[in-house]
Nanobody, 124 residues
C-alpha cells in the first residue's frame, strides 16, 4: 500500500507556471505507474498525465500537451507535475494517483491509490 500527499498548489496569474509535487510513502514506489488528475468545481475528475514505472514513458491529455510535464524521482519517492502557460481553465484540485499494476492509462479506475489533492487557481 502507498500513501500519497500532494503539495505545491496555489494562486498564479494566467501565463504563469507552477509545479505540484506528490510524496509517496510505503514500499515499492518504483513499481507503480503514476498519474495526475484534476477536478474543477461541478466537473468530473479528468486525466492530465501519466508516467511509467521507470519514468521512461509519459503521455498527456490533449488539453495540456506541450504545456505540462510529468516526472518522477524513484530515489526520493516523488512525482511531479510542472505546469507552464497556465490559463484559468486549468483551475482545479490536482490529485496524484498510483496504479500498483504499473499500467500507463488515462482510466482513473486503474489507479488504486489517491492523494487528497492540492488546489491550483489561475487568475485572468
Amino acid at each position: 500500500q502507498v500513501q500519497l500527499v500532494e503539495s505545491g498548489g496555489g494562486l498564479v496569474q494566467a501565463g504563469g507556471s507552477l509545479r505540484v509535487s506528490c510524496a509517496a510513502s510505503g514500499r515499492a514506489f518504483s513499481s507503480y505507474a503514476m498519474g495526475w488528475f484534476r477536478q474543477a468545481p461541478g466537473k468530473e475528475r479528468e486525466f492530465v498525465a501519466a508516467i511509467s514505472r521507470n519514468g521512461g514513458t509519459t503521455f498527456y491529455a490533449d488539453l495540456v500537451k506541450g504545456r505540462f510535464t510529468i516526472s518522477r524521482d524513484n530515489a526520493k519517492n516523488m512525482a511531479y507535475l510542472q505546469m507552464n502557460s497556465l490559463n484559468p481553465e486549468d483551475t482545479a484540485v490536482y490529485h496524484c494517483a498510483a496504479d500498483p499494476l504499473g499500467r500507463l492509462s488515462r482510466n482513473r479506475t486503474f489507479y488504486a491509490y489517491w492523494g487528497q489533492g492540492t488546489q491550483v487557481t489561475v487568475s485572468s
